[in-house]
Nanobody
Framework: QVQLVESGGGLVQAGGSLRLSCAAS????????MGWYRQAPGKQRELVAS???????NYASSVKGRFTISRDNAKNTVYLQMNSLKPEDTAVYYC?????????WGQGTQVTVSS
């Protein structure tokens, strides 16, 4: 059973930085994608950034140049470095893992950016 545990959320002032981590356990071998989604109150969950096991990245246009996704395959961990945070980045951030057509989610971590 794949389990994802996020950490690193919190409260930060606009312009500040946070780094989110997501540790995966129960990983099975294969081509996969790890990523981060977020959901703000009253809005749909949206992709923030993703990174395949082959190294391809995808970013939401709203975070390009500010956020960086990376992964440590030896530790089965994916990171999201968030710089120049804005109040509109406030949301619950969810780790996501996709392999063999299956999708797994973490429990979410709150990120709040004050103006």
């Amino acid at each position: 059973q794949v389990q994802l545990v996020e950490s690193g959320g919190g409260l930060v002032q606009a312009g500040g930085s946070l780094r989110l981590s997501c540790a995966a356990s129960g990983i099975i071998a294969g081509i996969n994608t790890m990523g981060w989604y977020r959901q703000a109150p009253g809005k749909q969950r949206e992709l923030v950034a993703s990174l395949t096991s082959g190294g391809s990245t995808n970013y939401a246009s709203s975070v390009k140049g500010r956020f960086t996704i990376s992964r440590d395959n030896a530790k089965n961990t994916v990171y999201l470095q968030m710089n120049s945070l804005k109040p509109e980045d406030t949301a619950v951030y969810y780790c996501n893992y996709q392999i063999w057509g299956r999708v797994y989610w973490g429990q979410g971590t709150q990120v709040t950016v004050s103006s």
